[in-house]
């Protein structure tokens, strides 16, 4: 069986809003996700145009850190992180993202995380928009639905490039951009305001502003990566997709066309673009049947053309399934649900656990690319419980880890070129969808809790001690 690379990059993922805190320090400007309130499994996290005294708004403190960050760092480095994936924070950099002239606060505390990682040898991966922006530009623009944001991420991003240009080699423009194509992005991802409505899960869609929204990142997008390939060769400039792999439910034709047509518009969509540099055919069709006008200007094509990126890194949490008449039992799952798979066990949020669909998606992926994969998240969000002697033995998470390496492992005796490997919330973080702090994913357990409270002490889980064998032995000893 053919084993990783040499190279290969193991490591961990996180977010800015998910685990900084800090909301408001050193100059920091509110982002989108400042102004979401916490939720649960069951109430939606709602989004406030103000901050409201008294309610909890998760991001403000998160896991601190920023104020941890040589701790948390250190225990990267005892596990062995080759690469850390970590976002930065648009708005401690430009509060509004409007400003001319940078916040040297902001810059200065990512010179010393960076500097933390070096100093291990762990090489930073940086996503530079995770799933928030400035709130002004929310205010003046409704988010992405303006073109105006362009500009100012371009500002943005040649800020951080020259400034980072010998510490950081890997970039992610947007993290998981297809969220746009899907209802839950029109404020998580694109930052965009459906007036009279306030949950963050259940906004009033506007499909319309979405694709909007979607064309003006992916102009963003390829106007930054062409900057990179000209300015700094030595970079290497990645997309960010949230891979839901779409099984039909039934070898019914009419089931496999529905589960092709959600792959496309869902899954395929954006990164046929950030890698191809143009439209894919069948958005034609889509745009048409659902009154979608994407306006465009003059020279847009070109930019898509001169912007294709480096190598393509994909979210894998679980599969779903898709039928054309759906009459059988609905799951929930990340970004969206779907129809329940008899064949797949769940996590205890509902999504369904596919580790050989990791397998099948990495070979579609390559197969229609043909450029070097990353998986930068994966993982298994689950309570744990910490053990009378301070133990906490979360088997389940090794167990899901371990089923989707031996599949990784698979892909690549398949043929496949895979880079690397960063498991989402490597030490326990805020949940994205839900804000709370129960769904947890860390190798490291973090003493805060959903309603705020907790010590932020970091404890090592079990898994601690298997991801550390694994990384030594490169994926041999699981
Ligand atoms: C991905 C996001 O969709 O899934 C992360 O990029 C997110 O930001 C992760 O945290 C897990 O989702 P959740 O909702 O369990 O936090």
């Known amino acids: 069986m053919k084993t990783l690379r040499s190279d290969f990059l193991w490591g961990g993922a996180t977010a800015a809003n998910q685990f900084e805190g800090a909301w408001d320090v050193d100059g920091k400007g509110p982002s989108t996700s400042d102004m979401c309130t916490n939720g649960s499994h069951k109430t939606p996290k709602r989004i406030t145009r103000q901050i409201e005294e008294g309610t909890l708004y998760p991001s403000h403190e998160a896991i601190d850190f920023y104020h941890h960050y040589k701790e948390d760092i250190a225990l990267f480095a005892e596990m062995g992180f080759k690469t850390f994936r970590l976002s930065i924070a648009w708005t401690r950099i430009f509060p509004t993202g409007m400003e001319e002239k940078p916040n040297e606060a902001g810059l200065a505390f990512y010179d010393r995380v960076f500097d933390e990682c070096l100093k291990y040898g762990i090489e930073p991966l940086v996503t530079i928009s995770h799933y928030e922006m400035p709130f002004a530009l929310t205010e003046a623009y409704n988010g992405w639905a303006g073109r105006e944001c362009i500009d100012h991420f371009v500002r943005y991003c040649e800020v951080l490039f020259e400034r980072f240009k010998d510490k950081v080699k890997y970039w992610l423009t947007f993290n998981e ?21 306030d949950d963050f899960i259940n906004q009033v869609d506007n499909e319309q502003l979405r694709f909007q929204g979607l064309h003006h990142q992916f102009i963003a997008s390829a106007k930054v990566v062409k900057i990179a390939h000209e300015k700094y ?9 949230c891979f839901i792999t779409m099984y039909p439910y039934s070898c019914n034709p009419d089931d496999i066309l529905e589960a092709q047509k959600d792959m496309q518009m869902m899954n395929w969509f954006c990164s046929d673009i950030q890698v191809r540099g143009e439209y894919p055919y069948y958005a034609k069709r889509y745009f048409e049947e659902n009154n979608i006008t994407v306006k465009m200007e003059k020279g847009d094509f070109e930019i898509l053309k001169d912007g294709c990126v480096d190598f393509y890194t994909f979210s ?13 039992e609905q799951v929930s ?13 769940e996590s205890d949020w509902g999504w369904q656990i596919d580790p050989k669909g990791l397998r099948y998606t990495l070979n579609e992926i390559y197969a229609r690319y043909g450029i070097p994969l990353m998986v930068v998240e994966n993982g298994l969000g689950a309570y744990d419980i910490i053990e009378e002697d301070g133990s906490i033995n979360d088997d389940y998470r090794i167990d899901y880890l371990k089923e989707h390496i031996e599949q990784m492992k698979e892909a690549v005796a398949d043929g496949v070129d895979l880079m ?14 839900t ?4 769904k947890r994913y860390g190798f490291i357990y973090v003493e805060k809790y959903d309603d705020g ?6 404890r090592k889980k079990k898994s601690f001690n298997w991801y550390q064998k694994v990384i030594a032995s490169n994926g041999e000893n699981l």
């Open 177 to 197: 951009i297809n969220a746009g194509t899907m209802k839950m992005g029109n404020f998580l991802s694109l930052g965009i305001l459906n007036e009279g409505t």
């Open 233 to 241: 060769p030595q970079f290497q400039m990645g997309n960010m997709i």
């Open 435 to 438: 804000g709370e702090m129960a």
């Open 316 to 328: 894998y949490y679980m599969s779903s399934c898709v039928a054309k008449n759906p009459i059988q």
């Open 420 to 433: 690397g490997y960063t498991p989402w919330g490597c030490i326990d973080l805020v949940s994205a969808s």
């Open 333 to 345: 799952g990340n970004l969206m649900g779907g129809l329940k798979n008899p064949h797949l066990k």
């Open 453 to 458: 409270t907790g010590t932020l002490a970091r």
